[in-house]
């Protein structure tokens, strides 16, 4: 299965979630996430364009293999495995025995929507700030990549992001660091 989405800078999450409504979306989730990613011991994720990520929230956690990025259009997909645990600090020792290290970790508020076939992220991040994410799973990433177009319009969404969080924080992290 591969996961189709387009992220944008949000033009006001409160709008956003109005327009939604409007729209008949469906709320699913309120919650906070701290997403931690690690570093492969022998791999640079940046260069092969992959990510290992734990992510926590109040209600589970789940550990998560992202692939290469494969260009649609205005959207990007991605292989996505994903696995279910009650016991993130198990996982993440499992993971760190393997030889895997901490690298970052982002914290965000996200409330999700179903518009149709689409789940809609409506994301605050810490430090980074509010963003809209619309995606599909499929296997025809064709067919998302015009509902997400559509939804795109409905929900006044101008500012595509092609970064994600994970490469959004540490371009501002870098940046600090070097005004210091």
Same mark, same amino acid.
Do not use: W
């Given at each position: 299965?591969?996961?189709?989405?387009?992220?944008?800078?949000? =033009?006001?999450?409160?709008?956003?979630?109005?327009?939604? #409504? &409007?729209?008949?979306?469906?709320?699913?989730?309120?919650?906070?996430?701290?997403?931690? $990613?690690?570093?492969?011991?022998?791999? !640079?994720?940046?260069?092969?364009?992959? /990510?290992? *990520?734990?992510? *926590?929230?109040?209600?589970?956690?789940?550990?998560? $293999?992202?692939?290469? *990025?494969?260009?649609?259009?205005?959207?990007?997909?991605?292989?996505?495995?994903?696995?279910? @645990?009650?016991? =993130?600090?198990?996982?993440?020792?499992?993971?760190?025995?393997?030889?895997?290290?901490?690298?970052?970790? #982002?914290?965000?508020? &996200?409330?999700? %929507?179903?518009?149709?076939?689409?789940?809609?992220?409506?994301?605050?991040?810490?430090?980074?700030?509010?963003?809209?994410?619309?995606? /599909?799973?499929?296997?025809? =990433?064709?067919?998302?990549?015009?509902?997400?177009?559509?939804?795109?319009?409905?929900?006044?969404? !101008?500012?595509?992001?092609?970064? @994600? %969080?994970?490469?959004?924080?540490?371009?501002?992290?870098?940046?600090? &660091?070097?005004?210091?």
């Amino acid at each position: 299965m591969l996961e189709v989405e387009s992220k944008f800078h949000s =033009p006001g999450n409160e709008k956003v979630e109005r327009n939604l #409504i &409007r729209l008949g979306a469906r709320r699913i989730s309120e919650e906070i996430m701290e997403d931690v $990613y690690f570093s492969h011991p022998s791999r !640079d994720f940046s260069k092969t364009d992959e /990510a290992l *990520r734990l992510r *926590r929230t109040n209600n589970a956690s789940e550990l998560t $293999y992202k692939g290469p *990025r494969m260009k649609c259009e205005n959207a990007k997909a991605r292989e996505e495995i994903t696995l279910r @645990t009650e016991n =993130p600090l198990a996982a993440q020792r499992i993971i760190e025995r393997l030889g895997f290290t901490e690298f970052f970790t #982002i914290k965000k508020r &996200r409330t999700s %929507y179903m518009l149709g076939e689409l789940r809609v992220e409506v994301d605050d991040v810490d430090g980074l700030g509010e963003f809209v994410e619309l995606e /599909a799973l499929t296997e025809s =990433p064709e067919r998302s990549t015009q509902l997400i177009e559509l939804a795109r319009k409905e929900l006044e969404l !101008d500012r595509l992001e092609q970064r @994600t %969080y994970l490469e959004l924080m540490i371009e501002k992290t870098d940046g600090s &660091r070097n005004k210091a």
